[in-house]
């Protein structure tokens, strides 16, 4: 039976006593469907233009010009065609490989963009700088899925990252307000993440209560403490309490005007850097070291890790605390970066967003890292896309990021499987 998280049509292969779920073959069949009426048969007859790279640039390149009803007659044969092999494969008892699904992805982005940027007044969009906001929107949610791997690697279920990224957020801006020193705002997020996990760690590892309970109560005590302390204090004496200087951006020289890639790695904020070493550094801890190895083990099997003369309890506890420091410094992004100020319930359910690409990217960092990076890149679209003008109402763009988070989460993953001891508090003995 699939593990994915919504029930999918599924038929016994009464030859192998398989099971063949149908559920990818037709949600692959739907969007090519609607790509063929909208893309295709609704193209606007006009070109679209991509450009590459800014003037400024050391290698300026040229424009991208598409034909947009081309484009969107490919694109929609190309996922016809796809949809076709999906269920071909299917019949068989043969799941769809992941090159399917990511060409399919692939094919139905370009379809979207050409057609949606094609419909707007004026159809040309600068490429390099939606991707460079993309990413840039997507540190918080990187950071908060990094938090989260920690957490359910070490088997805890961390349903808080919303309430450490918005407490982060908080005190960062408090902090840097009050000492003038946006370094210092960063520190403090940090303590502010830690403070969250530390009630997380004492409750569901101490105390053995519900982890998700835990995590939910969290999250709306942060925001009530947070909403409370913004209107009694924040709001009264907004000068000396939130007005935090903002991180500069540091560029390097030559590479950051390299076309598209320096803008994205090469020209961020102290935070946009520390999100490349954070994802790096959980990688090649969790994968190739000791400390990975302990931490996978009793994420999975922490019975037999204590057998072995593991700590289960005080290393789950150390990595919560150590998630907390991830996803305070990624709460710092809202008030040090985004925005000079502390805004009520600021986050706006990113850290719900982070969760999911914690499960989209199967609990890997690198996996969580793209599939924010996908979410990030869904979020900055709707705002490009209501600055262009678009046919598409503004109430549905908005919506989109969320509609990319459930056809991630529900209908992309496909078999996944948390770490066997997520959730389940360890007694020894």
């Given at each position: 039976m699939s593990t994915s998280a919504t029930a999918a049509p599924v038929r016994a292969d009464t030859a192998s006593g398989s099971l063949r779920s149908w559920k990818n073959p037709i949600l692959l069949s739907v969007l090519a469907l609607l790509a063929l009426l909208v893309f295709a048969l609704g193209a606007p007859a006009n070109d679209v233009t991509?450009?590459?790279?800014?003037?400024?640039?050391?290698?300026?390149?040229?424009?991208?010009?598409?034909?947009?009803?081309?484009?969107?007659?490919?694109?929609?044969?190309?996922?016809?065609?796809?949809?076709?092999?999906?269920?071909?494969?299917?019949?068989?008892?043969?799941?769809?490989?992941?090159?399917?699904?990511?060409?399919?992805?692939?094919?139905?982005?370009?379809?979207?963009?050409?057609?949606?940027?094609?419909?707007?007044?004026?159809?040309?969009?600068?490429?390099?700088?939606?991707?460079?906001?993309?990413?840039?929107?997507?540190v918080p949610l990187i950071f908060g899925s990094?938090?989260?791997?920690?957490?359910?690697?070490?088997?805890?279920?961390?349903?808080?990252?919303?309430?450490?990224?918005?407490?982060?957020?908080?005190?960062?801006?408090?902090?840097?307000?009050?000492?003038?020193?946006?370094?210092?705002?960063?520190?403090?997020?940090?303590?502010?993440?830690?403070?969250?996990?530390?009630?997380?760690?004492?409750?569901s590892i101490r105390y053995l209560v519900n982890q998700v309970i835990v995590g939910v109560v969290l999250n709306v005590l942060v925001s009530g403490l947070t909403g409370f302390l913004f209107?009694?204090?924040?709001?009264?004496?907004?000068?000396?309490?939130?007005?935090?200087?903002?991180?500069?951006?540091?560029?390097?020289?030559?590479?950051?005007?390299?076309?598209?890639?320096?803008?994205?790695?090469?020209?961020?904020?102290?935070?946009?850097?520390?999100?490349?070493v954070a994802v790096a550094v959980v990688y090649v801890a969790l994968f190739r070291s000791r400390w990975g190895l302990r931490t996978r083990a009793v994420g999975e099997h922490p019975k037999a890790a204590d057998t072995l003369g593991v700590n289960v309890n005080r290393l789950r506890f150390t990595n919560v605390l150590l998630a907390g420091v991830v996803a305070g410094v990624g709460g710092?992004?809202?008030?040090?970066?985004?925005?000079?100020?502390?805004?009520?319930d600021m986050t706006a359910g990113q850290?719900?967003?982070?969760?999911?690409?914690?499960?989209?990217?199967?609990?890997?960092?690198?996996?969580?890292?793209?599939?924010?990076l996908l979410f990030g890149f869904a979020t900055n679209l709707t705002n490009v896309l209501s600055l262009l003008g678009t046919p598409v109402p503004d109430q549905f763009l908005r919506m989109l990021p969320y509609v990319v988070t459930i056809f991630a989460v529900a209908g992309l993953v496909g078999r996944s499987r948390a770490p066997g001891a997520s959730g389940i508090p360890y007694i020894k003995g």
């Open positions: 991509f450009r590459l790279s800014d003037p400024g640039d050391a290698l300026v390149l040229p424009d991208l010009v598409l034909s947009a009803p081309l484009i969107g007659w490919f694109t929609a044969l190309g996922m016809l065609a796809l949809a076709a092999f999906a269920v071909v494969r299917t019949r068989r008892g043969e799941p769809a490989p992941r090159w399917l699904l990511a060409a399919f992805a692939v094919l139905f982005l370009i379809g979207f963009l050409t057609w949606v940027v094609g419909s707007a007044r004026t159809p040309n969009v600068a490429l390099y700088g939606l991707l460079a906001g993309s990413v840039t929107l997507a990094l938090s989260g791997v920690l957490c359910e690697r070490s088997g805890v279920v961390n349903i808080a990252i919303e309430g450490q990224l918005l407490f982060g957020a908080f005190a960062a801006a408090v902090a840097a307000s009050l000492s003038g020193s946006a370094i210092i705002g960063l520190i403090a997020a940090a303590v502010a993440g830690v403070l969250v996990s530390l009630v997380l760690a004492v409750f209107s009694a204090v924040l709001s009264e004496d907004s000068e000396t309490w939130n007005s935090p200087p903002q991180l500069p951006v540091l560029s390097i020289p030559g590479l950051s005007e390299i076309p598209i890639l320096g803008a994205i790695l090469f020209e961020q904020t102290i935070v946009g850097y520390l999100m490349y710092s992004f809202f008030t040090l970066v985004l925005v000079s100020g502390f805004g009520r850290g719900y967003i982070a969760l999911a690409a914690l499960i989209f990217g199967r609990w890997n960092p690198i996996g969580a890292f793209f599939a924010a």
